[in-house]
């Protein structure tokens, strides 16, 4: 399933591609995020106390039309574990998102989806938390500043479920639900 997923928004974003004209522009973005609501419950062993994290990232954005853009980019997240002492968990997703929106004026309001994969580490003797997909839904708007400079705020709901295994112990895995929220705020510089 997540292979057709994949697949399909590949298609989707070669599609648009092709309706790309000259006229049309690309920018960068760098954003910091606050990343709250971990799911944290480990498969068979139940709910692990996670805390709220944060982190940066940036992206690079293409204007397809008047009405879609599509982005690649990377963040870098970081959050711990409430009850167990220098227990930091650091997600490094790389994606591909595509928005769907309208100008209104100054404002860009959008929706939107996309997927990626997820570097994992965890900083827990014994432990190792596997990279994994991940996937989000998001809504967001930009609001121009000047021509060229945008304000972007933006809520994204991220599905990953990365394993964790214990090393040294038969290697036991289960998965580890990081489903989280984010709030993203930065600027864009579009030329």
Known sequence: ??????????????LAWGSVSRAQTAGIEAHGLFAFGFDGELEGVGDSDL???????GSVVFHLNEFMRAEVGGDWIRTEYKDI???????????????????LDILYAYVGGGAGYSFNDIDVSGLKLKDAPIYFAMVGSEIGLTDLLVLRGEFRYNWHRPDLEATGF???????KLDHMQFRLGFGLYF
């Open 1 to 14: 399933m997540k292979k057709w997923l994949c697949l399909a928004a590949a298609l989707i974003l070669a």
């Open 51 to 57: 805390d709220n994290g944060g982190g940066f990232g």
């Open 85 to 103: 002492d220098q227990a930091d968990v650091t997600l490094i997703p790389v994606t591909a998102a595509l928005r769907v929106g309208g100008d």
């Open 170 to 176: 038969g290697d036991d895995e289960a998965e580890l």
